[in-house]
Structure formats: structure tokens, C-alpha cells
DNA sequence: TTAACGCCTGCAAGCCTTTGCAAAATGGCG
DNA sequence: CGCCATTTTGCAAAGGCTTGCAGGCGTTAA
């Protein structure tokens, strides 16, 4: 290895920047640690220098030495649905307030989400959130055997042991359900997503659970295959189409409440909210547009993220503490799908 | 240094894995380096135990010989517009395709773009994908002296050398206004951005091009002050209480003309596309349903991601190329906001 | 059977930091 | 001015990996 190596042409180093001040490696470290002790001369020369020679210390040597990489690892599958884009928005913020840095993957096409997994444990990430439908026990095992702290974000899989966030999904439910119920509809039906996913579940059970309280039946249910906005549209189409028309829907996400909408008024002529109601669950900046007006169970999206970095930096610092889950209250938000009174 | 450092567990190593298999450190290194020389008798006993003990290379470690982080930096500004994050997704999805990760940085709130990157350069990335508004000269400076390559994604910044795919928003913006002299409109408008994002300003001048080609004058022009809905929808609502009532907009992106669509129809009882037009930019999902069906210029996206990608691996196995810049045509894509003929 | 030839493999140096330890410098005080 | 208590500072050893070099071994040809 004689010459500049393989990569682009080498960076200036530590010891660059020690020749050239005058001083150790070390010095020059320390300059760059908070907390560590330098006097102010020293200081102020290496930090001149470094100025200078435009000098940075490489990250990766540090962490190597350090076993911190202030990486945080972001596992995201649904990049269809526009609420993702806030949470990402939200967790990078919030990551780098931190001092932190956000490794993102991307798991939606399918790929295996164990693989990405190691992949990203091959950077030794400090932590890891994931937002992913399916979260697999086997990624929490690895986690837990490598010392990774873990938060499953706004979902609730019973079957692994790792911090969780969520928001209260069932309680979500039943808000729909009971708002519903108030306002005199009586038919309902349930507009789900694929029925492995814990949300989507938790928040039909919610809803079965308000009306069976108040003595009614769910009139249907459907599953959608997907989030989105054409599977929704077909879900509810068939939902309409068949007997036992409902008067009011329940729908797990805001995407498929639009095309519920869309499908009530435009296909099958309904007035909205007189003949038929529409609740959706998200509050998505498209709900509140003018067409839409969509009344909807909103999410604390914002503390969930707070809470999701908190408990994974608390974990980073105290890595033996047993795994927390927070579940937080939906509120509902009321625009014009469901009369009001 | 003696018991278990900082961070969690110690990691298992190359030299435990050579240890237990009985071979050298380099053989267990070489089994994990595609092309490296290695017997499969050695390549099977080494995997076997690799296997067994859960080993996996250190990447932070081997980028400290290798100089290659296989790292890819994307900054991101805009966490508002849907159409970001199917851009996010193509990326990362791309960027894994070629055994790569990604580094997000998010620069939406104002945070200082040169202080994000200069954090990026401490990762020593193998290149970097910039998506913001406010592209500064200092920031591909700082890449072309450290040796990383950048493209420019999806804006073209005059004043900086560096990579750039864009789509061609002057072509795209007289596209615009050639259908709607096609389709017999006279009186236009056009609303923009920000006034100092390039992408906007470039999308009118196309449309201003092409209205003079054809002996006609913009009639207003009215600016946003960001791109989002609200926004839009403010604009649109002085553009149409103003004098001079244009019979179609042309708008810099797909929010605000579906905010404009809002308007015109709920505000001002405008039928579309009879009385009015109107146009957007981006093709987003939600242009697409029902209570829009908004005609609109399309960005070839994938394959500008494609581009993107291509372009910053090609730079990164021959650095010293000089910076190219890819322009992709648009197209219209026809829905039912301008009328038929 | 022996020599020449290749493929494997191990050794050890190097990548860029951090950090425990001990020596040097500083400062306060009598 | 000398002594002790603190800072500062430098040395050198990690930390986990890659890789040039040279010796080892198995193979083929004579």
C-alpha cells in the first residue's frame, strides 16, 4: 500500500494537524472530545490549524475506538401512505437534535426485513426504530443478543420483547365507534387493511368492542389488500355492492376513508354525511382539503416520536434497563363525514 | 480499558471466529471479501463458524482500510410534498439494490445546510444525493475537495459544478402552456414558489416562453409562500379576487393546484374545466382521485433516480470524471381539469 | 521421482482514533 | 522561593479489519 489508496485522495488526519500545531495526537484529540481536558492555548491552536487544513475527525476510527457510531438505525416499509413522511420528517429531526445520525432502509418491496436487519448491524448502530407491518421476533433476538436497543413505533406485536410506542389503536376504535353510535347511525362496517397487520386490527376490535357495549353488530367488514388509495376504493366498492348496505364506515387508515368517500358520492350517489358517514384514522394534511373534510382519529404523532427517541436514547445510556412500552390516546377530529347531531 | 467498554456486549470478531476454526485472521477476512483468494474448504469451515457464533464483519473497522464507507448521504429539505417521499423510496430502494446504505439528513427546518454536510463528511460517505431548495456553491466545494462525488437531484443550480439530474421544468412549463392554447384558453396565470427556488421559476419562465411564442401575455403571476396547500390556496384566492381573472392557472406543483381547483370550485363557483383550467406539476397519487382528476405535467422520476444512482456510482469508481448533467424530458399527463378541445 | 508452477495461507504492518498512565507544567500558598 | 495539589500533555497500546509479501503445499510435466 504505497500509494494513495484505493478510495478518493486521503483526508487530512490527527497527525497532520499534531505535526503541523506542534503538538500530540493526542492534544489534537481531546480538542475534538467534549469534556476531555485541554487548556485554552492548546485549543486554540489545534482548532486553528484544523481550521486550516480543513481537518475532521473520521468517524469511524473514533467509533471504533469508542463503540459508539451515534447511528441510529430507521427500518420503514410503507412509503405509500403520506403520514410517513411526517414521521420521517419527525424522527430525523428529532435524531439529529440529538447529535445523531439516521440510517434509513427501506423494507416495502418485500425484501427480507431479517437481511436489512444484519446489514444495518454490520454499522453497529447505537439503536433502531422500526415501522415496519411485520416485525419479526427473530429481529428482536438479534437486537437483544448485540445490545442494540430497540423501539417497535406505532405498532404492537405481542410476540417480541422490545420497547414499544403506539398509539392506543383499540381506544381509537372504540372513539369511532361511540362517536358514531351518538350521532344515530346504527349499521356499521369496518374498512380494514391486510389482516396480518396489528393496527389494523387492534382498531376494528376497538370498534366491535364500542358497538357490542351499545348492543350492536358490526353489519361487515373488509380487508383491503393494501393501504392504499385504489385498494381502498375496491374494498369499499365491494362493501357497497353487496347486501347489507351500512350506514356509516370505519376505516383503518385516511387514505382508504378518501376513497371510501369518493366511492360513496361518485359510484353510488350517497350524500355525505346524511345518508352515509365516513371515519377515517391519521388526520393526514389531505383529509382537512376542501372535497374531503374528513372526520378522522388522530394519532399523537409528535409525542410518539418524542417518546420513541427518549426511551431509545434512556436505553442507549442504561442499556439493561427491561423493555418500556407507551401507548398513547388517539383523540378524534371532527370535520364534516359524520352529521353532527 | 479492562472489562466491557462503553457501549453493550462486545462484539464477536475476526480473531474469535479464527480462533475457533483454527485459521488466520486474513483467511476469515478474505472469506468475507468477494474476489479475495480462499480454498472452500477454508471458505466452508469459516462460514460454519461464523454461522455458529453470529459473526459479522465490523464495517466501521474494515472502512478504515478500505476507504469505502459504501455510505450514501441524501439531504432532504421538502418533508411537506407526498411526492418526496416516493422520491425517498425510490432512492433508498435503489441505493440498497447496489449494496449500499443510506445516510438521510433532513435540512427542512432552516437547519444550516453547510452544517449538515460538514456532519456528513465526519461518516466519510462514498457520495451524496442533495434534494434541497437552496443548493450553496460552499457545499459541492466542500465535496469536490474531499474527493466525494454529489448530484444535484431534481434542481439546477447554475452556480455550482457538480452532477446534476433535473427535469427539463422549462419544457415541462411550455407543455403547459401549449395544451391550454391548444385547447382555447387566452387569459392565463401562472403560480409559482417561493420566488428563489429554481424549479419554479424555471417551470414559468417555460410557460411565459411559450405563451409569447404564440403572441400572448401571462396575464398574473402570483407567488406562494411555500409550497404547500394552504399556501397555494392563499395565492390562488388573490389571484382570483384580483382584477384580471385568468381562465386557467398553470401551477408549480401538484398541492397547490389542487388547492387552486379547491378554490376556484368551493370560493368562486368556477366550473372546471369550462370556466377555468388548470394544470399542475409532479403527477403526485392524489391527483388522480375522484374529486380531482387534475391534468398535469409529469417528471420522469424513476428514471431520474435511476440516472441519479447511475451518475454517482459511475463517479465513484472513476472519481476523476468531470461533473455531467442529465436533463429528462416531462410529459402531460391528461385527466379532466382542462377541457377536451 | 523430481522440478517448476500456482494457488492458498499466515505474518505483520497499517488505517485513524481514543484513553490509561505517568511525566511535565502550572498555580497557590506559606 | 520551595512544596504540594491540580491541570495539561505525551506516549503507546488498543480497536477490528485489509492486504503486500513470502513461504507452504499440491499439482502437473518431464
Same mark, same amino acid.
Given at each position: 500500500?504505497?500509494?494513495?489508496?484505493?478510495?478518493?485522495?486521503?483526508?487530512?488526519?490527527?497527525?497532520?494537524?499534531?505535526?503541523?500545531?506542534?503538538?500530540?495526537?493526542?492534544?489534537?484529540?481531546?480538542?475534538?472530545? $467534549?469534556?476531555? %481536558?485541554?487548556?485554552?492555548?492548546? #485549543?486554540?491552536?489545534? !482548532?486553528? =490549524?484544523?481550521? /486550516?487544513?480543513?481537518?475532521?475527525?473520521?468517524?469511524?476510527?473514533?467509533?471504533?475506538?469508542?463503540?459508539?457510531?451515534?447511528?441510529?438505525?430507521?427500518?420503514?416499509?410503507?412509503?405509500?401512505?403520506?403520514?410517513?413522511?411526517?414521521?420521517?420528517?419527525?424522527?430525523?429531526?428529532?435524531?439529529?437534535?440529538?447529535?445523531?445520525?439516521?440510517?434509513?432502509?427501506?423494507?416495502?418491496?418485500?425484501?427480507?426485513?431479517?437481511?436489512?436487519?444484519?446489514?444495518?448491524?454490520?454499522?453497529?448502530?447505537?439503536?433502531?426504530?422500526?415501522?415496519?407491518?411485520?416485525?419479526? $421476533?427473530?429481529? %428482536?433476538?438479534?437486537?437483544?443478543? #448485540?445490545?442494540?436497543? !430497540?423501539? =417497535?413505533?406505532? /405498532?404492537?406485536?405481542?410476540?417480541?420483547?422490545?420497547?414499544?410506542?403506539?398509539?392506543?389503536?383499540?381506544?381509537?376504535?372504540?372513539?369511532?365507534?361511540?362517536?358514531?353510535?351518538?350521532?344515530?347511525y346504527?349499521r356499521?362496517a369496518?374498512v380494514?387493511?391486510?389482516?396480518?397487520?396489528?393496527?389494523?386490527?387492534?382498531?376494528?376490535?376497538?370498534?366491535?368492542?364500542?358497538?357490542?357495549?351499545?348492543?350492536?353488530?358490526?353489519?361487515?367488514?373488509v380487508?383491503?389488500?393494501?393501504?392504499?388509495y385504489?385498494?381502498g376504493y375496491e374494498a369499499v366498492s365491494r362493501l357497497l355492492n353487496g347486501?347489507?348496505r351500512p350506514e356509516a364506515v370505519f376505516c383503518?387508515?385516511?387514505?382508504m376513508a378518501m376513497a371510501a368517500l369518493d366511492a360513496a358520492r361518485y359510484d353510488f350517489g350517497l350524500r355525505v354525511p346524511e345518508d352515509f358517514a365516513v371515519i377515517g384514522?391519521?388526520?393526514?394534511?389531505?383529509?382537512?382539503?376542501?372535497p374531503y373534510?374528513l372526520t378522522?382519529?388522530?394519532?399523537?404523532?409528535?409525542?410518539?416520536?418524542?417518546?420513541?427517541?427518549?426511551?431509545?436514547?434512556?436505553?442507549?445510556?442504561?442499556?439493561?434497563?427491561?423493555?418500556?412500552?407507551?401507548?398513547?390516546?388517539?383523540?378524534?377530529?371532527?370535520?364534516d363525514t359524520v352529521?353532527?347531531?
Amino acid at each position: 500500500m504505497v500509494t494513495g489508496k484505493a478510495g478518493g485522495r486521503s483526508r487530512v488526519t490527527a497527525v497532520d494537524v499534531a505535526r503541523e500545531a506542534g503538538v500530540s495526537i493526542s492534544a489534537v484529540s481531546r480538542v475534538f472530545t $467534549p469534556g476531555a %481536558s485541554a487548556s485554552s492555548k492548546m #485549543r486554540a491552536k489545534v !482548532l486553528a =490549524v484544523s481550521e /486550516r487544513l480543513d481537518y475532521m475527525p473520521n468517524a469511524m476510527a473514533r467509533s471504533l475506538m469508542t463503540n459508539r457510531t451515534h447511528l441510529i438505525g430507521i427500518i420503514m416499509a410503507n412509503f405509500k401512505n403520506p403520514v410517513y413522511l411526517s414521521i420521517l420528517d419527525s424522527f430525523t429531526h428529532a435524531i439529529q437534535q440529538r447529535g445523531l445520525r439516521s440510517l434509513l432502509f427501506n423494507v416495502s418491496r418485500g425484501d427480507d426485513l431479517e437481511a436489512s436487519a444484519r446489514q444495518i448491524m454490520e454499522y453497529s448502530i447505537d439503536g433502531m426504530i422500526v415501522s415496519a407491518a411485520s416485525m419479526s $421476533p427473530l429481529l %428482536s433476538d438479534q437486537c437483544r443478543r #448485540r445490545g442494540i436497543p !430497540l423501539v =417497535v413505533f406505532a /405498532r404492537h406485536p405481542r410476540n417480541v420483547k422490545a420497547n414499544v410506542v403506539t398509539a392506543d389503536n383499540v381506544a381509537g376504535g372504540r372513539l369511532a365507534a361511540r362517536l358514531l353510535i351518538e350521532r344515530g347511525y346504527r349499521r356499521m362496517a369496518y374498512v380494514g387493511g391486510p389482516e396480518t397487520v396489528s393496527t389494523s386490527l387492534d382498531r376494528g376490535s376497538g370498534f366491535d368492542q364500542a358497538l357490542a357495549e351499545a348492543g350492536l353488530d358490526r353489519v361487515r367488514r373488509v380487508n383491503a389488500t393494501d393501504y392504499g388509495y385504489d385498494e381502498g376504493y375496491e374494498a369499499v366498492s365491494r362493501l357497497l355492492n353487496g347486501g347489507d348496505r351500512p350506514e356509516a364506515v370505519f376505516c383503518a387508515n385516511d387514505i382508504m376513508a378518501m376513497a371510501a368517500l369518493d366511492a360513496a358520492r361518485y359510484d353510488f350517489g350517497l350524500r355525505v354525511p346524511e345518508d352515509f358517514a365516513v371515519i377515517g384514522f391519521d388526520d393526514i394534511p389531505f383529509a382537512a382539503t376542501k372535497p374531503y373534510r374528513l372526520t378522522t382519529i388522530r394519532q399523537p404523532m409528535d409525542a410518539m416520536v418524542r417518546q420513541s427517541i427518549d426511551v431509545l436514547t434512556d436505553q442507549i445510556s442504561a442499556p439493561d434497563v427491561s423493555p418500556v412500552t407507551r401507548i398513547l390516546p388517539c383523540s378524534v377530529i371532527e370535520r364534516d363525514t359524520v352529521r353532527s347531531s
